[in-house]
């Protein structure tokens, strides 16, 4: 009797395995692995439940093995698609959480530059200013009378101030 099932599910695998396999792997959108494993699954049930379906013949067998192979994709998609919420969900609550921090860290940046804005003496103010709002060097030298080249430089020396002070708060801050 053991001889008689060997055969029968040896005859089984050897008609219906490569068809099945290529059936699993297309559904899985060709995931080798994974259609591996389902193939593995459809036969596990085949062998649980040789008793019920030994008396199928070829194409009912056949019939058989497809359903129970299309119920085990389903179930592996049900499975995938949880692991990808539950992950979508965590890289949501991680994403959120650095979200917050960067705009923690942002905002107390702002706060360190608007400080170290107002520590730097009031024609480099003027000029930073004038600058951030647009404003050309042309139409700057006419507010400050001082020449285009002179708030050229003027602009460049407030800007390394200014990051030199910034940097220095920042890691005071942080330290």
């Known amino acids: 009797m053991r001889q008689e099932k060997e055969r029968f599910f040896q005859i089984i695998f050897e008609e219906n395995s490569h068809v ?13 692995e994974t259609a591996k494993d389902v193939l593995n699954d459809v036969w596990e049930v ?32 049900r499975k995938h698609y949880y692991q990808n919420e539950v992950s979508y969900t965590q890289y ?3 994403n959120r959480n650095e979200g917050e921090a960067a705009a923690t860290a942002e905002i107390e940046e ?3 530059m608007q400080n170290c804005i107002q520590n730097l003496n009031p024609m480099d ?10 404003f050309s060097y042309k139409e700057l030298s006419g507010f400050c009378k001082k020449s285009e080249q002179a708030l050229q430089c003027q602009y460049s020396r407030a800007i390394k101030k200014l990051q030199g002070m910034m940097s220095q708060e920042i890691s005071l801050t942080r330290a």
Do not use: P, S
């Not at 103010?125 to 647009?134: D, N």
């Open 125 to 134: 103010q003027r000029i930073f200013w004038g600058r951030a709002y647009g």
């Open 92 to 94: 949501q609550k991680e």
């Open 46 to 77: 085949l062998v649980v439940k040789f008793e019920t379906v030994a008396d199928l013949e070829g194409e009912e067998m056949t019939k058989w093995l497809f359903c129970v192979a299309k119920n085990k994709i389903k179930n592996q998609r």
């Open 110 to 112: 702002r706060m360190v």
């Open 20 to 32: 099945l396999f290529r059936y699993i792997c297309g559904q899985l959108n060709n995931d080798r």
